[in-house]
């Protein structure tokens, strides 16, 4: 497949073409109120840092890639934090608004059209991940990698888990150690969904009338239920990989 990547700041003509990716996420996904302080901003703040795929031969959007820089400057190797994907957007909101000086960039999102997935989409997106942000003058991407094999695992022996070739068990963390990433450590709270047990029956079609563990589809671990208090709370894994370019 012939493909252009470039990003919202480089082609702004081609903002149409976004939307034919997105609501392709599970629904409950969608649902983690820190993500309100990121979608729906990222082409006004951070243009440069988002990168759509097209089509050379039929003019569609097939995969694109969302980051955000950051002012983080701690040693990333002895760990990262572990509210991961939300301390990303909460961190890159607030140094722009403090005009605090980015020094690493975080990946967010890589989305490949359900149609396309397994055609090494992902790869090519990453690997444009890593280009564009070194050619804006960084040298750390780092990334809050949703392991899609670690349902009903225990995601610390998971994350480090290793096929005999010595390349992670799990499909996206392969993906990342093969292009040069490395595992730094887990972060145990990366996305926060919470919501009403009527909200959950919607994401999910699932009944919720049962307190305790409750098994959702596509979510990487158990959602928490409480019928009497009419709350259901998931809290989302994610492993840090870190890529030093």
């Not at 919202?8 to 073409?17: G, H, K, Q, T």
């Not at 020094?103 to 564009?132: K, T």
Request: with cysteine; proline share 7%.
């Amino acid at each position: 497949m012939r493909l252009d990547i470039t990003s919202a700041a480089e082609r702004p003509d081609r903002a149409p073409l976004w939307s034919g990716l997105t609501g392709l996420w599970p629904r409950f996904m969608t649902q983690d109120e820190t993500g309100d302080f990121f979608y729906g901003y990222e082409f006004d703040h951070y243009p440069e840092f988002q990168l759509l795929a097209v089509d050379l031969d039929t003019g569609d959007a097939v995969a694109k890639a969302h980051s955000v820089p950051l002012s983080f400057t701690g040693a990333i190797a002895d760990g990262l934090p572990g509210h991961g994907w939300d301390w990303a957007v909460r961190q890159a909101t607030h140094d722009r608004l403090s005009g605090a000086e980015p020094a690493i960039v975080s990946a967010l999102e890589i989305m490949v059209r359900p149609d396309l997935r397994s055609h090494g989409l992902s790869a090519r997106m990453l690997a444009a991940l890593r280009a564009n942000t070194a050619a804006r003058g960084f040298t750390d991407l780092i990334a809050p990698v949703r392991p899609i094999g670690a349902q009903g695992r225990n995601i610390d022996t998971y994350a480090y888990e290793q096929r005999p070739d010595g390349l992670p068990v799990d499909p996206w963390l392969r993906v990342h150690v093969r292009a040069g990433g490395r595992i730094v450590n887990v972060a145990h709270t990366s996305m926060v969904m919470v919501g009403t047990l009527a909200d959950w029956r919607r994401w999910t079609e699932l009944p919720f009338d049962t307190s305790g563990a409750v098994t959702v589809p596509h979510a990487l671990g158990p959602v928490h239920c409480d019928v009497a208090g009419n709350r259901a709370v998931y809290v989302e894994p994610n492993v840090w990989v870190h890529h030093k370019l």
